[in-house]
């Protein structure tokens, strides 16, 4: 079967694939891609929506059938594209038989997933066979942990000297008031935070599998901190973000280290409230939802109730888009290290602070990055390194211009 396409919206129906389409029009202009799904209606009565908004005839855009149930239908869609962009979650259910039917036809693979035990799966089973294979399965390609990843990378490159650690800084505003504006997720998104809460007790085993190497001691070494503070180019109080960025940008980390015998830079992340008691309160209120995620009966009442469990932040309707696009976001990283090689008991003194900003982060950012990062493997996989396998962002764009990209963008 020839690959009539470069690219494949899989899971196009959903409320970020709409997202992706929108961005797509642009950013893969000069590439023939189509949609996929398991509902030709749904898929043809996005594709007449996104029209009446855009104003344009989108009726070039090839409609595929696939589903993940049906395997056939996915090794056939794997193989009339050199990438499919997966926007199918939760990913810890629905996300390996894509990987496979991708792997298995030959077409590089990117995911905007925010489940370490799904990453952590999959580097296992599959990152020999993709490597065999020449095929690329990038993960975690939306907001986590594109900005994160990139955001790393820019700071190495402008260092000047050698980073010990890295603290990122995570800030989300919300410009406007109003009960719906207060609605900023759609209960995808939802559930595929309350699925990673419920497998989170499998990550300590994957990590003790993937994490066999030891890697060098590094000093002094970047102790989390466990009680709401705050820094000096902001008034809002910060606590533990326990965000996939760590987990991926670790990932980073080990492979830097292993392909390059790089120095591991440290990581940690927080985010921001206005307040200190809705900071010291975070962290009970993410072991609630751990605790509830691990049984039936609560993980039911979760996802049967997100907007109650949320306080009004996850939406069971499409969230509206002029809401996300008054929601602003920074990720301020700081930076520490020293200006060249010396032995570790001597106190890193050089700073770099980093700042990533932007609007709708949610879906609008995680929609741009994932295209950013498919169009990177179209058009630099040459540059890529170790021709395939399961990598993260950072290792797999690192030598790529995907920050020029970006900017651009």
């Known amino acids: 079967m020839s690959r009539n396409l470069d690219a494949i919206i899989f899971g196009a129906s959903s409320y ?27 898929l043809k009565r996005m594709l007449s929506d996104i029209e009446a908004k855009v104003k344009k005839d989108l009726s070039y855009i090839p409609i595929i059938i696939a589903d993940v149930n049906d395997t056939s239908s996915l090794e056939i869609m794997a193989k009339q594209c050199r990438i499919v962009l997966n926007c199918c979650g939760p990913y810890n259910i629905l996300g390996e038989p894509v990987v496979k039917a991708c792997i298995d036809a030959g077409t590089h693979h990117v995911d905007i997933t ?30 986590e942990s594109v900005p994160a990843e990139l955001g790393v990378l820019f700071a190495e490159e402008n260092f000047g000297g050698i980073i010990n650690s890295i603290e990122m800084y995570m ?20 559930n595929s935070l309350i699925y990673s809460f419920k497998y989170a007790c499998e990550i300590l085993k994957l990590e003790r599998q993937l994490n066999k190497e030891k890697l060098p001691p590094t000093k002094p070494k970047l102790w989390l901190k466990p009680f709401p503070h705050q820094i000096e180019t902001s008034h809002r109080y910060y606590c533990y973000f326990p965000a996939t960025d760590k987990f991926v940008i670790e990932r980073s980390q080990r492979y830097f280290y292993a392909s390059q015998e790089k120095r591991p830079i440290q990581f940690q992340s927080y985010i921001g409230f206005r307040s200190f ?76 602070v980093v700042r990533v900003s932007g609007k709708n982060p949610i ?20 540059k890529m390194p170790d021709n395939g396998g399961v990598l993260s962002p950072a290792s797999a764009f690192a030598k790529t211009q995907i920050i020029e990209e970006i900017k651009r963008t």
């Open 363 to 382: 879906y609008g950012v995680t929609s741009n990055a994932m295209l950013i990062c498919a169009k990177t493997i179209l058009n630099e996989n040459s």
């Open 277 to 352: 008691w809705l900071a010291l309160l975070w962290p009970f209120y993410v072991i609630l939802l751990l605790i509830l995620s691990q049984f039936t009966w609560s993980r039911k009442a979760l996802l049967r109730s997100p907007h109650l469990f949320s306080f009004g932040l996850v939406s069971v309707e499409k969230p509206l888009e002029s809401v996300q696009n008054t929601i602003e976001f920074a990720m301020t990283l700081k930076a520490k290290g020293r200006y060249h090689e010396v032995p570790d008991f001597i106190e890193p003194k050089k700073e770099l």
């Open 114 to 143: 925010g489940e370490p035990q799904f990453i952590g799966n999959m580097l296992l089973k599959y990152n020999d066979l993709a490597k065999e294979k020449g095929v690329y399965i990038v993960y975690a390609c939306g907001l």
């Open 16 to 42: 970020t694939g709409q997202f992706v389409i929108e961005e797509a029009l642009e950013i893969l202009k000069d590439f023939r891609w189509g949609i996929a799904g398991r509902n030709e209606k749904k």
């Open 171 to 190: 800030d989300v505003k919300q410009t406007q008031s109003g009960s719906k504006a207060r609605q900023m997720f759609h209960t995808g998104t939802w």
